[in-house]
């Protein structure tokens, strides 16, 4: 049967880097002026963005006491806590995701639980379970690690299907059912999750499911030779990493409720959703991909590129906002079909195509 060429992409296979290829679809992005009735639909004080924009600065001034670049994870972190998504960070061991994510939490006043998933983990050990009370002769619910306010989940992908699937509801509701009892967890609720690449040994795949719950999937890669560079002296004489109780909080929850308000706030044009739809809709289309994208991921887009835009002081979105966020939005979220996977396209291939092929709104 022939392949219909309007909706094959035709991307070539890539021996690129990863975080190359991510670089170069934000570089691509022709640079776009301000919406022309921005102005007239501007619903947010200009105090408000200067006060979003101080503590968003102050947040990454103190992560950068600790971490040395990865100035654009942090921008992505931000921008899923303020748009109630979740975020997982994959990459290679040795290169501070873990570090990364604890470092953030400590910039925030909030409670923080640090889950290690291993292949013997029990969902009971992550949510919790009813013990008997032998004083009143009752069971009661004690709550598991889950229950705080930012969690990090370190190493995912080593637990079984089982247990992944145990933050299912918890992700997705904010709320855990346990024995016909419901349990709605406290605000804000942000999950991190780091993994391996799947080539490591005695990892399990994450199922579509359980990925899509996730706004962002990031790749972390090795630090250039000059970043590496500042790790080794600004480590030279701190081998317990004492450095890391420098770290204030500069974040509180009240802050974080705030910003979420004032994300919904920012004005996207109707040509920009419309570009957005036409983006996910493309990725159903196409020849390339068995799996396209769903509605949450248009909904991600949408979310996270205002929050990109608060952040830097704007309260409008651009073409720049959403395609900056395409990525780390899409990358988890669809499949290539088997005739390119065989090809060895890589997906960040056919994202790039597909933001290409929509025309961007003038």
Same mark, same amino acid.
């Given at each position: ?11 070539? /296979? ?6 190359n290829k991510e670089q170069r679809i934000e570089q691509e992005t022709p640079v776009q002026e301000a919406p022309v009735h921005a102005v007239s639909n501007k619903k947010i004080a200009d105090e408000h963005l200067v006060k979003v924009s101080n503590i968003v600065q102050g947040v990454k001034d103190e992560i950068g006491k600790v971490i040395v670049g990865q100035e654009e994870t942090v921008d992505l972190l931000l921008a899923a806590l303020f748009t ?16 990364? =994510? ?20 029990? /969902? ?34 080593? #637990?079984?299907?089982? =247990? ?84 204030? /909080? ?44 769903? /509605? ?12 990109? #835009? ?7 979105? =651009? ?44």
């Amino acid at each position: 049967m022939m392949e219909n060429e309007e909706n094959n992409l035709n991307p070539t /296979p890539s021996n690129e880097p990863e975080e190359n290829k991510e670089q170069r679809i934000e570089q691509e992005t022709p640079v776009q002026e301000a919406p022309v009735h921005a102005v007239s639909n501007k619903k947010i004080a200009d105090e408000h963005l200067v006060k979003v924009s101080n503590i968003v600065q102050g947040v990454k001034d103190e992560i950068g006491k600790v971490i040395v670049g990865q100035e654009e994870t942090v921008d992505l972190l931000l921008a899923a806590l303020f748009t109630n998504g979740h975020v997982l960070l994959e990459g290679v061991p040795g290169i501070a995701k873990t570090l990364l =994510t604890k470092v953030l939490a400590k910039t925030l006043t909030a409670n923080f639980s640090r889950i290690q998933f291993t292949p013997d983990l029990m /969902p009971t050990d992550v949510l919790g379970t009813t013990i008997f009370n032998l004083k009143d002769s009752e069971f009661v619910f004690k709550s598991g690690p889950i229950f705080s306010n930012i969690i990090l989940i370190d190493e995912i992908n080593r #637990a079984p299907a089982k =247990t992944q699937a145990a933050l299912f509801e918890v992700m997705e509701e904010f709320q855990v059912t346990y024995d016909g009892t419901t349990y709605p967890m406290s605000k804000p609720f942000f999950v991190m999750a780091t993994q391996n690449p799947i080539e490591q040994e005695g990892t399990y795949s994450l199922p579509e499911a359980q990925l899509d719950r996730f706004a962002f999937k990031l790749h972390l890669s090795y630090p250039s030779v000059s970043e590496e560079i500042q790790i080794l002296k600004r480590f030279q004489e701190d081998f317990k990493q004492t450095q890391t109780e420098t770290v204030q /909080p500069v974040l509180a929850p009240q802050d974080i409720e705030f910003f979420k308000k004032q994300v919904e706030l920012v004005y996207i044009k109707d040509e920009l959703i419309e570009y957005i739809a036409k983006v996910i809709g493309l990725t159903r289309e196409i020849n390339d991909l068995f799996l396209g994208a769903s /509605p949450r991921a248009s909904l991600a887009i949408l979310k996270t590129s205002k929050a990109l #835009a608060l952040m830097n002081g704007r309260y409008f979105v =651009t073409p720049d906002d959403i395609r900056r966020v395409s990525y780390p939005v899409l990358n988890h979220r669809i499949l290539l079909s088997p005739e390119k996977e065989m090809e060895g396209v890589e997906i960040s291939d056919v994202i790039n195509d597909v933001l290409q092929k929509v025309e961007v709104p003038r």
